[in-house]
Nanobody
C-alpha cells in the first residue's frame, strides 16, 4: 500500500491543523493506520492509531485530548485533527499502515516496529 501525507505547515501555538494520509494500492479497510512524529536525533514517537473499522482509537499521552484520529474507508484516507498545538508538537509527521487478521493488539499499534508501510513525512511547525 502506498501512503501520502499532506496538510502540514506553519501554525501559531494554540492553533489547529488537519493532516490527511491518502492510501492506494490495497484495500484500505483491511489496514490499521497510525500516525507517528519525529524530530532530528530522536526516535519516531507514537501519536495516534486507529483500527480497520475506525471503532477503536489510541493516543500517545502527549497528545491525548488535543488530537483526534479518524478514517474514511470510502476515501481510503486517514486524518489527524490537531488542536491546541504547542511548540513541542513541531516535528515531521508520518502515517503508517499494517494489515492484521482480526483486531490488532493495542500495544502493538503503539510501536513503530509493528507497521509495514510508511509514507513520506509532512512537516508541522508550531511557533510560540
Amino acid at each position: 500500500v502506498q501512503l501520502q501525507a499532506s496538510g502540514g505547515g506553519l501554525v501559531q501555538a494554540g492553533g489547529s491543523l488537519r493532516l490527511s494520509c491518502a492510501a492506494s494500492g490495497r484495500t484500505f479497510s483491511n489496514y490499521n493506520m497510525g500516525w507517528f512524529r519525529q524530530v532530528p536525533d530522536k526516535e519516531r514517537e507514537f501519536v495516534a492509531a486507529i483500527d480497520q473499522s475506525g471503532g477503536s482509537t489510541y493516543y500517545g499521552d502527549s497528545v491525548k485530548g488535543r488530537f483526534t484520529i479518524s478514517r474514511d474507508n470510502a476515501k481510503s484516507t486517514v486524518y489527524l485533527q490537531m488542536n491546541t498545538l504547542k511548540p513541542e508538537d513541531t516535528a515531521a509527521y508520518y502515517c503508517a499502515a499494517v494489515y492484521t487478521t482480526g483486531s490488532p493488539n493495542p500495544s502493538s499499534l503503539r510501536s513503530r516496529h509493528f507497521y509495514a508501510y510508511w509514507g513520506p513525512g509532512t512537516q508541522v511547525t508550531v511557533s510560540s
